[in-house]
């Protein structure tokens, strides 16, 4: 249980990130919501679990790929919740295209939202987790950072990047008592997946559907209650990745 926690959800506001944020506050968890662009939804997702878990909780606009952006959005939060106990970075884009057709803009983006994006936030909430002597550091990779995928070479490097940078403050921040772990999502239902479900990657996954994000959702809640597991990399794909 997560009572009395403070967890900061990058992209919160929709998809995984929403179930993300509905596990954990079914758990008790404070819930700080960093969101793009949606302030009527994010504020009408915050307004809902305090009336259904009766925990607190805000939204806060600001674009993760902005170092500054990210600190003072980071500031804002330990003023009014005094600390964070869990990082969530959830937030993420694609930009697909074939590589011979890449413009550099749409490799800059991606690398910028999906990976710049959570060392910005680890950065900023690290100081927050050494003066706890704790925290729980968790990112949303994917297993195209694992197995890459063709028109997505971007994005795959993006996620495969996160695995590395979860790897390397799992061994920095240990000493500390602060883990550092990636999920690991196949294909999940979500916006961003609305257009694939009859491809055939789709066609292709074990158990036979798309994952739900609640499946995500249990993976992050589980890692947000674990002491003793650091640099892992937890896949939910419905096998599609083994
Ligand atoms: P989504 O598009 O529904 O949600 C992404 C969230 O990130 C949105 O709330 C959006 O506002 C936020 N966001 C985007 N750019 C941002 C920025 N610059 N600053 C702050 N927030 C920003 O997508 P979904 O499917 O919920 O994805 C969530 C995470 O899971 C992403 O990191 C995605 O790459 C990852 N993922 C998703 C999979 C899927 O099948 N849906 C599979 C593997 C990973």
Redo the contacts with the bound molecule.
């Keep these: 249980m997560l009572n009395g926690k403070v967890a900061l959800i ?9 179930a993300i944020a509905r596990e954990l506050a079914s758990q008790g968890a404070d819930l700080a919501l ?5 302030k009527d939804t994010a504020d009408a997702l915050c307004a809902e679990m305090t009336e259904t878990y009766g925990v607190k909780a805000a939204a806060y606009q ?4 902005d170092f500054n952006a990210t600190k003072e959005t980071v500031n804002q939060i330990k003023k009014e919740f005094g600390t964070v106990h869990i990082l969530v ?6 930009k697909d295209g074939l590589l011979a057709m890449m413009k550099d803009s749409q490799f800059d983006d991606v690398i ?3 990976l710049k ?1 959570a060392f910005n936030m680890i950065r900023h909430c690290t100081p927050l987790f050494i003066r706890n002597r704790g925290g729980r550091i968790i990112s ?5 950072g694992i197995m890459g995928n063709a028109g997505q070479a971007n ?1 795959a490097a993006s ?1 495969a990047g996160l695995i590395g940078l979860t790897k390397s403050v799992a061994r920095e921040l240990a000493s500390r008592g602060i883990t550092c772990n990636a999920v ?10 609305k257009e ?1 479900h009859d491809s055939p990657l789709a066609a292709s996954i074990p158990l036979g559907r ?2 739900k ?1 609640e499946e ?1 959702a249990q993976a992050v809640a589980f890692l947000a209650n674990a002491d003793y597991i650091t640099g892992e990399v937890i896949k939910v794909d419905g096998g599609i990745a083994m």
């Design positions: 990058t992209g919160g506001s929709r998809g995984i990130g929403a960093v969101y793009a662009g949606n600001c674009n993760v790929a970075n959830n937030a993420g884009i694609t910028s939202v999906n994006g949303i990779s994917s297993v195209t994005y996620k690991a999502p196949g294909f999940i239902d979500t916006d961003m997946t694939l798309m994952g994000p995500v």
